[in-house]
């Protein structure tokens, strides 16, 4: 999974770099800056002194000494003064600096504090935002896990209006166990199902196909589906991907995999993913209800009407939306498990 969101101390995090909301001086400070500094030790401060400071934008790697992590990667983020004064540009830079910096480095794993998003004042929202939008772009190009470090929960929010729409979709659809039987749940998602029901309909409705005409991947995909019953996962997903017109590259990076695990899943035709993966991959194919429900049950699985993560990811593909970063960043406000390998 290359990006992913958690909730933790960044100075626990055991990765090869964990970057520092710094300040201009580089000589700590309060906040992420002060915990990475007690937990380092004092060899960081010394090793600090030398590097003369640092230009809010920029950023400067230093060892980890005490630190799990083998570096830091000092930053400076902007002071928030309303955002007509470059802070976006300011922020991005940041993490664009920090991420080729952890290039350079060789490192496999990064992991970020909300920069600016404390003393700094950065609206909480605003800072999520571009940080993911940053990251999800250089991880289009590069493979590296980065972790997106959330110390305080009220320090992740997603839009209200996001919150509201999921919580009133949650409140219609997800039903603990002892509410509802398996048969009313399967009544309502064969209700929810049927307008869809019809390959055609669902496809034509579904305007982006990564190239492959509509009407094709409709006749195609009931013939096959029809013809390939008893494929396993693995097989499915690589015919998917192949109707869909994307690369194999393209699907996994759409679906938050990374290389290696899809190489496993390439070469082994009886892999079996856990459900995140393959509710990962049905977003990165853009698969409709039906479509998703038939890749989960080639890996054994099913929508469960108690799992309020199913439900999130129920309402993102009723509602066409196939952001992965947009879909885990709902999964993390809601405390469920993000998506992806
Ligand atoms: N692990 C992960 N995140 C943390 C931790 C931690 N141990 N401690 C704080 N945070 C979070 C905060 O909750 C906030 O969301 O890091 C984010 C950034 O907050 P700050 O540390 O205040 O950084 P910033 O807003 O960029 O301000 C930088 O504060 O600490 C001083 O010396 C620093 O002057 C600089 C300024």
Not at 42 to 50: A, D, I, P, S, T
Not at 282 to 302: E, P
Not at 326 to 338: K, V
Request: one cysteine or more; glycine letters at 8%; charged letters at 25%.
């Amino acid at each position: 999974m290359p990006f992913i969101i958690e909730r933790n101390d960044i100075t626990r995090m055991n990765v090869d770099a964990i970057v520092n909301a710094a300040n201009n001086s580089l000589l700590g400070g309060g906040g992420v800056d002060g915990a990475i500094h007690r937990a380092a030790g004092k060899g960081l401060l010394e090793e600090c002194r030398k590097l003369n400071g640092c230009e809010t934008g920029e950023a400067k790697a230093t060892g980890g000494y005490a630190l799990p992590a083998k570096y830091v990667i000092h930053t400076v983020g902007p002071v928030w003064r309303g955002g007509g004064y470059g802070e976006e540009e300011l922020l991005r830079s940041c993490y664009a600096n920090s991420l080729r910096i952890a290039d350079g480095l060789k490192c496999e794993s990064v992991a970020f504090p909300l920069i600016s998003a404390g003393v700094y004042g950065y609206p909480k929202r605003e800072a999520v935002r571009v940080a993911s939008e940053c990251i999800e772009e250089f991880l289009l190009k590069h493979d590296m896990t980065v972790y997106l470090v959330i110390f305080d929960k009220a320090s992740f929010t997603i839009s209200k209006e996001l919150m509201g729409e999921v919580e009133a979709f949650i409140d219609e659809n997800y039903v603990s166990a002892h509410e509802d039987s398996e048969r009313t749940y399967m009544n309502r998602m064969e209700a929810a199902l049927r307008p869809i029901k019809s390959k055609k309909h669902a496809l034509a409705a579904d305007s982006v196909l990564c190239g492959a005409s509509c009407e094709a991947v409709c006749e195609e995909s009931l013939d096959d589906m029809l013809k390939n019953l008893d494929e396993s996962f693995s097989e499915n997903l690589l015919r998917r991907i192949d109707l869909s017109g994307m690369t194999d590259a393209e699907c996994y990076k759409r679906a938050n995999i990374d290389r290696k695990l899809f190489s496993k899943i390439r070469s082994d035709k009886n892999y079996r993913p856990s459900k995140p993966t393959v509710l990962a991959f049905a977003i990165a194919l853009r698969l409709d209800m039906d479509g998703a429900s038939d890749l989960l049950r080639r890996a054994g699985f099913a929508f469960s009407r108690s799992s309020k993560a199913d439900v999130i990811v129920e309402y993102f593909i009723t509602h066409g939306v196939y952001d992965i970063y947009r879909i885990n960043e709902t999964l993390f406000a809601f405390d469920q498990n993000i998506l992806g390998s």
